[in-house]
């Protein structure tokens, strides 16, 4: 089990837990907020069966990494990226987010370059700017966010069950496209999360991402649903291929915000299509 040292706190490491597996072109997953790796479940078999190296890790705070009290930003989390494609020295990588990991992709390409990147696929993505401010008056109020931290504050494990309940549309998909296994699962690995992730990574969602996306220089998919209730459609993945200069957009009917799981054969075939 793979881990590698991004910073200290105090007297101890803050290490991010990793798995690198199979031969080929490296694809690096990135996963969503509250989850872990296993997020790509649906996903890492499909690669390493055609023939693709994939990598994915951990984010801080998240799964076996290291949950430290501070960090929780996009310019860290861009530092962890580029740590990890540094130690393993990957060229020609895809970069694979999903939901919050999105928006490390967009600040790594930023602020890093694309040296070691050949494409990048935003799922479900964080992107471009999810705050109304006065230039961008199509955004969501504040205030909204302001009561995902009072609630995730108050009492964290139920504003954890009421985000996951969003996450898969469990009202609508629970029993079909949402076992009640995959369901307890993701519960068990949200609530495992460090305490702090969880309230601090809120306040990332407000970050303004504009100038990241407009600076990225290598061929994009978006991938999103239409029925995502966390990140929706209007405000975030159908403004994305009209800010860069390669970027095409897949919309996946009736798809919610996990749809890297509930409709992982459209994702996969999206995904796999665009590797080639």
Same mark, same amino acid.
């Given at each position: ?17 990793y798995e690198d597996h199979g031969m080929g072109t490296p694809v690096v997953l990135i996963h969503g907020y509250p989850l872990?790796?296993?997020?790509? &479940? ?18 801080? $705070? ?7 009290? $501070? ?10 990226? @580029? ?6 020295? *990957? ?5 694979? $987010? ?10 790594? *390409? ?33 205030? /909204? ?18 985000? /996951? ?22 519960? @068990? ?35 999103? $649903? ?6 929706? %459609?209007?405000?975030?993945?159908? *403004?994305?291929?009209? #800010? #860069?200069? &390669?970027?095409? %957009? ?17 994702? @996969?075939?999206? /995904? ?5």
């Amino acid at each position: 089990m793979p881990f590698i040292n991004v910073g200290t706190e105090n007297s101890g490491a803050i290490e991010l837990h990793y798995e690198d597996h199979g031969m080929g072109t490296p694809v690096v997953l990135i996963h969503g907020y509250p989850l872990n790796w296993r997020a790509w &479940d649906k996903q890492v078999p499909v690669l390493l069966g055609t023939g693709h190296r994939v990598i994915a890790y951990d984010r801080r $705070g998240f799964g076996l990494s290291s949950q430290p009290a $501070g960090g929780y930003n996009y310019d860290t989390f861009a530092a962890d990226l @580029n740590w990890l494609m540094e130690k393993l020295d *990957l060229r020609d990588a895809i970069l694979v $987010g999903h939901s919050m990991g999105t928006g490390e992709v967009a600040r790594y *390409l930023a602020a890093y370059g694309s040296s070691r990147v050949a494409k990048a696929v935003l799922i479900s993505p964080i992107p471009p700017f999810l705050l109304q401010t006065t230039d961008n008056p199509d955004g969501l109020p504040g205030s /909204l966010f302001d009561g995902f931290m009072h609630s995730a504050t108050a009492d964290t494990p139920a504003w954890m069950r009421s985000f /996951l309940d969003n996450f898969y549309n469990v009202d609508v998909l629970r029993g079909t496209l949402v076992s009640e296994e995959a369901y307890a699962a993701s519960w @068990n690995v949200a609530v495992s999360a460090s305490a702090t992730a969880a309230v601090e990574c809120i306040p990332t969602w407000e970050t303004d991402f504009r100038a990241d996306v407009a600076a990225i220089d290598v061929p994009v998919l978006v991938i999103q $649903g239409d029925a995502d209730r966390v990140l929706p %459609l209007e405000k975030t993945g159908k *403004l994305l291929p009209h #800010m #860069m200069q &390669d970027a095409r %957009l897949v919309v996946v009917n009736g798809g919610p915000h996990a749809i890297a799981w509930t409709h992982a054969d459209q994702v @996969n075939r999206a /995904l796999l299509e665009f590797l080639k």
